[in-house]
């Protein structure tokens, strides 16, 4: 062993990983050296898409200065969306502070291209929990449902498959725009491939040209070398507190896609009339511009961190979604602990692990829409921010954590290695010794 490897071993040590649950990862590292360098490949790839479409729009410091009150002339607002377009390969780009999160993005998105009277169609199942309310599928006030606009659902089949002759049946006169969720975000659906997601339009287009396509992005930019737009989506959105903010966003939201859609959306977010020419930028340019240009590798660490637990949680004998060989969508990463004890072992392991409240231990507590109470592991510089590592688990069966985020893969590693360390601590895993050869 050369002297870096104990001086790793070393700071191990120092952080409270014992030498056995290193030497178990370490096994596993070995054996995901190829799938690392696949993911590494992908990064480059969008890396040098960024960069070009960065480069293209001759992006300068000036883009970084601060506008304040109405904003108008934003240039470095206005490039920033160009930029987004051009990586997304759409007309049109909308990129805002003023888009507060992901749900608020979608939220803009539908009701904007939506008329009371329209019908919206979900053919991939329910979707997230937070568009229940935007939806009106849960009562709520100010809901689609409200302004007269409908919802129907097709469920995906048993094995995940789509059900082409339920959604051919479902669309229909009023059927305007169709939602397709990207990530299976907390469900147990496995996460659609952009492949998949373009055999999908394809079909929804052939049944009816003018409906219009919309993909829930959230958590599966960058994962991919294309995106939803490339395969004939009529808009993609998603959080900029999740993956295309690699990290340095505080907050924003984007929708990207055809100009009659993007034009409909400005509208809305700001007023009829104003559009996208208001909305100040407020100084957040720069980590807008910084943190696209990191998400590339920032999501590979957060992959790897996923197929890494995988793979040790799955030879422990736990369930784990994805499995430990399956390709990756998005970076969720499910493991079925069967206990509440693995639940909270695993968050606290995580907590401890973070750059942020590490000394702080997490609890399983009741929290409003939940019907069980729920644990949650965070130690983030952005406040809620999911691409930085973080873990939650309902307190109910299967007890199942959902994971995702890192901002380097060695941070992830680390907090997977906890994880692991606080179940042996407790007793709840057994790891036997690995030979090292
Ligand atoms: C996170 C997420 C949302 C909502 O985003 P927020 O920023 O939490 O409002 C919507 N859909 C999916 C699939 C998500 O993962």
Redesign the pocket.
């Known amino acids: 062993m050369n002297d870096i490897s104990n001086t790793l071993m070393n700071i191990y040590q120092q952080l409270g990983i014992r030498d056995a649950v290193y030497q178990y990862g370490e096994s596993f590292l070995r054996q995901l050296a190829p799938r690392f360098a696949e993911i590494d490949q992908t990064a480059e790839y969008n890396q040098l898409k960024i960069l070009q479409a960065m480069q293209k729009n001759r992006v300068s410091d000036t883009h970084f200065a601060a506008t304040t009150g109405y904003g108008y002339n934003d240039l470095g607002r206005d490039t920033l969306e160009q930029v987004y377009a051009d990586i997304f390969h759409t007309e049109a780009a909308l990129v805002r502070p003023q888009l507060t999160?992901?749900?608020?993005a979608?939220a803009i998105a539908l009701f904007s291209n939506l008329r009371p009277g329209d019908e919206l169609l979900s053919p991939v199942g329910k979707p997230?929990d937070?568009?229940e309310s935007v939806i009106g599928i849960q009562e709520a006030m100010g809901s689609l449902k409200e302004y007269g606009i409908s919802y129907r659902q097709v469920d995906l089949l048993e094995d995940g498959s789509f059900d082409y002759p339920a959604i051919e049946k479902a669309i229909q006169e009023k059927t305007k725009l169709v939602t397709i969720?990207r990530?299976k975000?907390y469900q147990t659906r496995p996460t659609l491939s952009v492949q998949r997601i373009g055999e999908l339009i394809a079909f929804i287009k052939k049944c009816k040209p003018s409906v219009l396509c919309m993909v829930?992005n959230?958590?599966g930019e960058f994962v991919e070398p294309i995106e939803p737009s490339d395969v004939g989506a009529d808009m993609v959105v998603g959080?900029l507190?999740?993956n295309p903010g690699g990290g340095l966003a505080p907050i924003g939201g984007y929708i990207c896609g055809k100009k009659v859609c993007i034009e409909q959306a400005a509208y809305r977010l700001s007023a009829p009339g104003l559009g996208k020419e208001v909305g100040a930028s407020l100084g957040l340019n720069q980590s807008f511009y910084q943190g696209l240009f990191l998400a590339p590798t920032v999501v590979a660490g957060a992959l790897k961190g996923a197929i890494f637990a995988a793979n040790l949680y799955e030879n422990l004998g736990f369930r784990v979604i994805p499995n430990g060989t399956e390709s990756r969508h998005d970076i969720i990463q499910a493991i079925e602990f069967g206990c509440p004890e693995g639940v909270i072992a695993f968050c606290k392991g995580i907590q401890a692990a973070a750059p942020v409240d590490s000394f702080v231990v997490p609890e399983p507590w009741a929290m409003p829409g939940y019907d069980s109470d729920v644990i949650m592991a965070a130690g983030a510089f952005v406040q809620g921010s999911?691409i930085e590592l973080s873990a939650d688990g309902p307190m109910k069966p299967p007890y199942a954590v959902y994971f995702q985020g890192g901002l380097t893969w060695y941070h992830a590693k680390l907090g997977i290695l906890k994880s692991l360390q606080q179940m042996v601590q407790e007793g709840l895993v057994q790891i036997n010794p690995v030979v090292i050869h």
């Open positions: 999160c992901g749900t608020h979608l997230y937070t568009l969720q990530s975000g829930d959230c958590y959080s507190i999740k999911s």
